[in-house]
């Protein structure tokens, strides 16, 4: 999986394909949900199992750098807002003013991601790790999951990805965890332990990740089938966008 402005120009050169050859719906035929959501705990092998299942899906992986490649005004971004349809563009303003942020923040910049988000699920074929799409997007937008491993399994990861020795990796786990929970509850309001916010658990402490990935894709053509609509259209406030 290539990383970085590569993975990025790549995806919208597909989306550009695909208008041009009038594709619009080609995830629906296959019966595929439009979008993936991979929440993690810090350690538990999320970004991995979002590698994998992005190639069986055929979909692209990105995570929160690839969503701060589309940032505000960039050639990036304006490449993929001119592939959105003229009635998705013109209610995107309103979709993302009917998120519910903490007034304290730097809205600008989340309200971006925001949109950013609700504009890559509009165009389909992405896994997204990033632990806030999910409350971003909605349980009728895509199929999301929740990425979790038992403390010592974490920590055993932890330290083999970083090279740091047990009392260091235990320590970055906690200062990980507590920093993207807090960021979520204050940005979003959203608890990330709140479990109904999810499609699926997944424990990668407890089954090899390669089965894990099997149940994930099992997951997306289920929640697929059990989709009226699948595309950000369902999202809009009432009035923003009619069907």
């Known amino acids: 999986m290539l ?45 991995q199992l979002g590698k994998l299942l992005a190639p069986r899906l055929g979909f692209q992986c990105l995570t929160i750098e690839h969503i701060e490649a589309f940032a505000d005004g960039s050639e990036n971004y304006s490449r993929i807002e001119s592939l959105l349809d003229d009635q998705f563009r013109l209610a995107l303003p309103t979709i993302v003013n009917s998120i519910a942020l903490d007034p304290s923040i730097e809205s600008d910049f989340v309200r971006h991601q925001c949109k950013t988000i609700l504009c890559l699920a509009e165009l389909g074929g992405v896994v997204l790790i990033d632990w ?84 994930a894709l099992a997951a997306a053509r289920a929640k697929a089938a059990s989709m009226k609509r699948r595309r950000v259209l369902c999202l809009s406030p009432k009035g923003a966008i009619s069907d």
């Open 3 to 47: 990383v970085g402005e590569t993975t990025v120009d790549q995806l919208l050169q597909r989306w550009e394909t695909e208008r041009s050859n009038g594709r619009r719906d080609f995830i629906q035929t296959l019966g595929l949900v439009p979008v993936v959501t991979v929440s993690a705990q810090p350690g538990s092998l999320g970004l």
């Open 132 to 215: 806030a799409a999910n409350y971003v997007l909605g349980p009728d937008c895509g199929l999301h999951i929740r990425v979790h491993a038992p403390n010592p399994v974490r920590t055993q990861n932890a330290m083999k990805e970083s090279g740091l020795p047990l009392k260091e990796a235990r320590k970055l786990l906690r200062e990980m965890n507590n920093d993207g929970t807090a960021y979520l509850l204050k940005v979003l309001r959203n608890d990330v332990y709140d479990e109904t916010q999810y499609d699926i658990l997944l424990n990668t402490g407890h089954m090899d990740i390669e089965d894990l990935v099997d149940i």
